[in-house]
């Protein structure tokens, strides 16, 4: 698993665990070759040790940290999730679009019904006005 190979040391996946519902995934190492990669970090005297840990330790700060997986989280999160202003606009503009829509068509219906019963009571009185006239 190369992209987390900070000693030098590469194990390789046993398989790739996919999730289409996120369309990721991520390799499952094979713990083999993770007993492997151990025995060889544990055959390093001290001084070896301390010297690849010194080097990897930025990249585990970097990449690990308390602050940097909250960075990491705020990042996607706002990427995925919180919308920039100009996208937020336009959605509150179509949202604010369809609610006056959805209205204008609630009161074109009810003055469809209006002009209805109008036309009723008008054709109704016309009606008794002739029959009155006769």
Not at 32 to 56: C, H, P, Y
């Amino acid at each position: 698993m190369w992209e987390e190979t900070i000693y030098g040391i590469s194990v390789e996946p046993l398989q790739w665990i996919a999730r289409m519902d996120f369309n990721s995934g991520w390799y499952l190492p094979d713990s083999k070759g993770i007993s492997k990669a151990l025995d060889v970090v544990m055959n390093w005297t001290e001084d070896e040790r301390k010297e690849k840990f010194q080097k990897a330790k930025p990249i585990l700060i970097a990449n690990y940290s308390n602050e940097a997986i909250i960075a990491s989280f705020r990042r996607v999160f706002s990427e995925k999730f919180l919308l920039n202003d100009d996208r937020q606009k336009a959605i509150d503009l179509s949202s604010s679009l369809r609610m006056k829509r959805s209205l204008l068509l609630q009161y074109e219906a009810e003055m469809k019904t209006l002009v209805e019963r109008i036309q009723k009571t008008y054709r109704e009185n016309l009606a008794c006005q002739v029959l009155k006239t006769y």
